[in-house]
């Protein structure tokens, strides 16, 4: 036990251990070249590995060398196999030195231990060596038939050698042999259903009658002709007991159950931004973050969060830079206000609130647009500044709106006032220029790709 224990650590647990730290100090190594302190981690452990590789290796050979130095077999004691242990009887003791094999090995029978051979296996009689095998250093093995044949229970391993079974059921048997190869092996099951096998692994068979059976397994090694060893097991098996037959039902006259009753069909609307179909009513007290937004943005294809599309905001800007300095007064793309921003998620329909635009209005995207708002409003003093309406429809076209109109307040689209001076150049105010009615300018922008979305209403 204890030189497997030393030739394990030495040869198994001491190399793979090596083998991981110096893979793992490699690796930190290869990885830590924006971190110092990490290839510094890897390189000390790689060093440390080498270190200790060379201290548990170097003291053995160092150790070996004195040894072998000092004595060399003449005082009687040869150290050769210093680092060998051998257990005889429970004490540790040190093989002496192998004696020269005879110039002619003895032919197989009995034969008596050579001197200085230890029993290996401690388990051989005298007759059962391999006397001067040249490969053991003259000192032989005991190899002989054994066979040990392990029950096994219907439901696993483990129940010894004594099975308990019922009329016609499978019982499973192991076995576990040892010799000479080839061996040859044979199973006896007196009363069985399957009387005899030559498999050395496993038997499966069963008991047509209740009773004490013994099932007997045999082995004999070098092909049947050499040492032969025998084991048994013990089944008892019971008859299957008797259920006494069920009482026969009672019959009592009982009215039939009533009809189930049959389930409601219900049909539900697909949903439809402009019919309302899966709109929440509740949606007219919802407040802006009320998750509920998200579907109803879905349904009627609206941006979620609302807000102007891309190119409205690079309309704005554009149109902005031209007018720099100018009255155009305030400025709104989308619903704003406290009563209407939920327009923005109906596309103008009126389930959540009433609209300030017609439904399908650019203000909320137009009939399909989902990236946002389309429209811008300026509203401007009309009366101190009538001319700015024509200001802003020229910088709205120069900046390549789909459409700038001046608005009334009714709603319709009419001529943009202009005032000019005498080089025809717009002005915000002059004599005689009146705003017409005029209330703000609408201007419609393109989708992101230049495309105009149709829009219904304004």
């Known amino acids: 036990m204890i030189q497997r224990i030393i030739n394990f650590l030495s040869y198994n647990i001491v190399p793979v251990l090596a083998a991981v730290f110096i893979i793992i100090g490699g690796l930190m190594m290869l990885m830590g070249g924006a971190k110092p302190d990490m290839f510094q981690r890897g390189k000390n452990i790689f060093k440390n590995t080498l270190i200790a590789l060379l201290i548990i290796y170097g003291a053995w050979m160092i150790t070996n060398t004195i040894l072998l130095s000092l004595t060399n077999g003449d005082n009687g004691v040869d150290?050769?196999?210093?680092?060998?242990?051998?257990?005889?009887g429970g004490d540790v003791v040190v093989i002496p030195p192998p004696l020269s094999l005879p110039s002619e090995l003895p032919g197989p029978g009995p034969c008596e231990f050579?001197?200085?051979?230890?029993?290996?296996?401690?388990?051989?009689?005298?007759n059962e060596i391999?006397?001067?095998?040249?490969?053991?250093?003259?000192?032989?093995?005991?190899?002989?038939?054994?066979?040990?044949?392990?029950?096994?229970?219907?439901?696993?391993?483990?129940?010894?050698?004594?099975?308990?079974?019922?009329?016609?059921?499978?019982?499973?048997?192991?076995?576990?042999?040892n010799g000479i190869a080839p061996l040859s092996c044979s199973w006896h099951a007196e009363g069985a259903s399957n009387v005899s096998s030559t498999s050395c692994f496993a038997f499966q068979t069963s008991y047509s009658s209740p009773g004490i059976y013994i099932i007997n397994f045999t082995v004999t090694d070098e092909g049947g002709s050499g040492e032969s060893d025998a084991d048994a097991c013990l089944v008892t098996v019971s008859s299957v007991p008797t259920q006494p037959p069920p009482p026969p039902p009672t019959v009592t006259a009982t009215a039939p159950p009533p009809p189930p009753p049959q389930p409601t069909v219900t049909s539900t609307p697909i949903p439809n931004c402009a019919t309302?179909?899966?709109?929440?009513?509740?949606?007219a007290t919802w407040s802006s973050s009320n998750p509920g937004w998200v579907a109803i943005a879905s349904i009627c294809g609206e941006k979620y969060p609302f807000g102007d599309a891309p190119s409205t905001d690079a309309l704005q800007s554009c149109i902005g830079t031209k007018t720099r300095g100018k009255n155009v007064g305030t400025i709104s793309t989308y619903e704003l206000s406290i009563s209407n921003w939920r327009c923005n998620y109906t596309r103008g329909y009126n389930w959540c609130g009433?609209?300030?635009h017609s439904p399908n209005s650019c203000h909320y995207g137009g009939r399909t647009g989902d990236q946002g708002a389309l429209a811008i409003d300026y509203d401007y003093d009309q009366f101190k500044y009538p001319g700015v309406g024509a200001i802003i429809q020229k910088a709205a076209i120069e900046c390549g709106a789909k459409a700038a109109?001046?608005?009334?307040?009714?709603?319709?689209?009419?001529?943009?006032?202009?005032?000019?001076?005498?080089?025809g150049n717009l002005l915000e105010s002059g004599p005689g220029c009146s705003n017409g009615g005029v209330t703000h300018v609408h201007v419609t922008a393109g989708d992101n790709n230049g495309a105009f979305i149709g829009c219904e209403g304004i």
């Open 79 to 88: 150290f050769r196999a210093w680092n060998q242990i051998d257990c005889q």
């Open 354 to 356: 009433p609209c300030a």
């Open 130 to 177: 391999d006397c001067g095998a040249p490969e053991n250093d003259g000192c032989g093995l005991c190899i002989s038939a054994e066979a040990f044949a392990d029950c096994v229970e219907p439901n696993g391993f483990g129940a010894g050698e004594a099975v308990t079974a019922l009329v016609g059921q499978i019982i499973n048997f192991g076995a576990f042999t």
């Open 276 to 283: 309302g179909a899966g709109i929440d009513p509740a949606c």
């Open 405 to 423: 109109n001046c608005e009334t307040g009714s709603g319709g689209f009419v001529e943009c006032p202009r005032c000019v001076d005498g080089a």
């Open 114 to 126: 050579p001197a200085g051979c230890v029993d290996v296996d401690r388990n051989c009689t005298m």
